[in-house]
């Protein structure tokens, strides 16, 4: 059982479109990150979100860490071909980083 | 783009052997950490090492070794490759407590026949 689900797990879109990706636990996280990963790549950092009910932005994307700190949504408004990848959702807990938990991952396909 | 650097990239390699990769970083961050990526399970940490010879297990180390001769190498052995450790496996870096910025490797396709 993972500690952290993500959905959805597949999603493909015509570009232009909207889309939100959920990450959910049970769990409460001290910190939560999303990352982006392409193909034969490591994972990089998108953002880290602290405060429970945080909004950040990055461009198109709106990153919202839940009120109890237990879950976060990644919003992407009108979707390109460009943010096609990998996205990560990853929960810190008390303890320090190696208590860092991943979600299985969203794979998003942007279609021309 | 942080420095480092996974060798090898590719490995394919016969039950039983033995199997070294190699993460190599230029920053001087304190702690590393070596993860293996799997469908249908994510990034799960296998060791991770906050100095020189310092290093503890993670959630999925059965089967794995490390060590920490030097800041800037971080090696994870598998004593006797099985079939279950075909994976990708990433390296990662932190320069210090409290940092929520990880950066992480290429990766090292590893397959067992």
């Known amino acids: 059982t993972q500690l952290l689900e993500q959905s959805p797990q597949f999603l493909s879109i015509q570009e232009g479109e909207n889309l939100t990706v959920y990450c959910n636990s049970s769990?409460?996280?001290?910190?939560l990150q999303w990352y982006r990963q392409e193909p034969g790549e490591g994972p990089v950092l998108l953002v880290t979100?602290?405060?429970?009910?945080e909004v950040k932005k990055l461009k198109r994307l709106t990153f919202q860490f839940g009120d109890a700190r237990k879950d976060s949504s990644l919003h992407i408004t009108a979707a390109q071909p460009g943010d096609t990848g990998l996205y990560l959702c990853?929960?810190?807990?008390?303890?320090?980083?190696?208590?860092?938990?991943f979600g299985i991952g969203t794979k998003l396909q942007v279609i021309p | 783009d942080a420095g480092i650097t996974q060798s090898p990239r590719h490995k394919v390699t016969e039950t039983g052997t033995p199997v070294t990769l190699r993460c190599h970083q230029t920053?001087?961050?304190?702690?590393m950490y070596w993860y293996r990526q799997d469908p249908g399970h994510g990034l799960r940490l296998i060791h991770y090492?906050?100095?020189?010879?310092?290093?503890d297990k993670g959630e999925v180390s059965d089967g794995y070794s490390v060590s920490r001769s030097k800041t800037e190498d971080f090696l994870l052995t598998l004593e006797s490759a099985t079939s279950s450790q075909t994976s990708v496996y990433f390296c990662?870096?932190?320069?210090?407590?409290?940092?929520?910025?990880?950066?992480f490797g290429q990766g090292t396709r590893l397959t067992v026949v």
């Open positions: 990853a929960g810190e807990l008390s303890g320090g980083y190696q208590k860092v938990t």
């Open positions: 090492s906050y100095g020189v010879k310092d290093t």
């Open positions: 920053e001087n961050h304190r702690y």
């Open positions: 769990s409460v996280f001290s910190s």
């Open positions: 990662a870096i932190r320069a210090r407590t409290g940092d929520t910025e990880a950066f």
């Open positions: 979100v602290v405060t429970g009910g």
